[in-house]
């Protein structure tokens, strides 16, 4: 069993939440319940759970706060956090730079299995909650240009310059990271999630199955259908109908 705890002011949705976990993930264990910043703080100090539930907006403060407190107290966060929120689309943004977790009110049984299911297959392996610290950064500056992210395979979570990233290539509903000094990385999501993230940092998609890093294109072939050449070698196609986009790009650049 998987000890959680439960930290939102609502205690009708906490109700709520236990029912859902109850039906939905019966390897969850609710060890606790918290309603307040003060309270979280206390109840993740003394019960060590392996996974929070969190609300971001409680009465007293934010779930950030209580991160930001238990990481001044105790260096780092170790444990896993799954965000609940009604909206927040920054905090969004924030988790999905940082590869954590969250659930949108009203939490869909569906969306909470998924998570679920990732937390079971990586509690065992996870002794590096770097991730954590990295939301913690990217709340604090409060800026939408973030420059690292967080990338979660099955042997824990990496986190990387996005500046280093040279390119994305898709393979099937995975996602091959090509990064500047490392071995690719291969990622559980789909190319689509990590173009909407990474197009305001000078990468375009183009191709069904490429998304590169401008700052790394080597040169652009017109010849063969058209292709470009990028500085790690690689010779990556260029769909018909991103061809004029990318000359445009080009010629802007």
């Given amino acids: 069993m998987i000890k959680a705890l439960l930290i939102d002011d609502d205690e009708n949705l906490r109700e709520g939440m236990k029912g859902l976990l109850h039906r939905f993930a019966p390897s969850i264990n609710i060890i606790g319940e918290a309603d307040s910043v003060a309270t979280g703080i206390i109840a993740m100090d003394t019960l060590k759970p392996q996974v929070v539930f969190l609300d ?4 007293d403060g934010t779930g950030f706060d209580i991160l930001e407190k238990l990481a001044a107290k105790n260096d780092t966060i170790k444990t896993n956090i799954v965000f609940i929120t009604a909206h927040e689309q920054y905090a969004i943004k924030a988790f999905r730079f940082s590869a954590l977790d969250f659930l949108l009110k009203p939490v869909d049984p569906e969306e909470l299995q998924k998570v679920i299911r990732k937390i079971e297959s990586v509690i065992e392996n996870r002794n590096d909650y770097s991730h954590i610290d990295l939301l913690l950064e990217n709340i604090r500056k409060k800026v939408d240009n973030f420059k690292r992210i967080a990338l979660s395979t099955s042997d824990g979570i990496h986190l990387f310059d996005i500046s280093d990233i040279i390119r994305c290539e ?4 995975y996602t091959k990271f090509y ?13 689509k999630e990590y173009e909407e993230l990474l197009t305001p940092h000078k990468f375009e998609r183009i191709h069904q199955s490429h998304l590169i890093n401008l700052n790394f294109l080597k040169s652009y072939i017109k010849r063969d259908g058209g292709y470009v050449v990028m500085e790690d070698g690689s010779r ?3 769909s018909q109908r991103k061809r004029e986009r990318l000359k445009e790009i080009l010629k802007s650049m």
């Fill in 56 to 59: 971001i907006q409680l009465n």
């Fill in 179 to 191: 990064i500047k000094d490392n071995k690719p990385v291969l990622i559980s999501k789909t190319l």
């Fill in 236 to 238: 990556l196609p260029i």
């Fill in 170 to 173: 898709s393979t099937d509903n």
